[in-house]
C-alpha cells in the first residue's frame, strides 16, 4: 500500500500545527485547484494555506539536498 504523502512529509505534525487535515489540500492541489478554491470549499483561511505551502516546499527543498549531497560523496 502507497502513503498518500512523501516519506519526509510529517502529515500529523502538520495537521496538528495548523489544525486542519493535510491530506485532502495537498489532493486538491494535485488536482490543479487554487487556494481560494479550497479556502471556500473547506473553510480554511488563505493565510493557513500559504503558510503550508511553503512548509511543503521547505521539506521538499531540504529532502532534495540531502539527497543531492549523499549523492556527491
Known sequence: MRSRLPA?????????KY???IGPIIRAWKHGRTDQEISRSMGIDMWKLQQ???DL???HFRYRLRKYQTEKI
Do not use: G, N
Open 19 to 21: 489544525r486542519v487535515e
Open 52 to 54: 503550508l505551502r511553503t
Open 8 to 16: 519526509y512529509v510529517d502529515e500529523k505534525a502538520l495537521s496538528k
Open 57 to 59: 516546499q521547505k521539506a
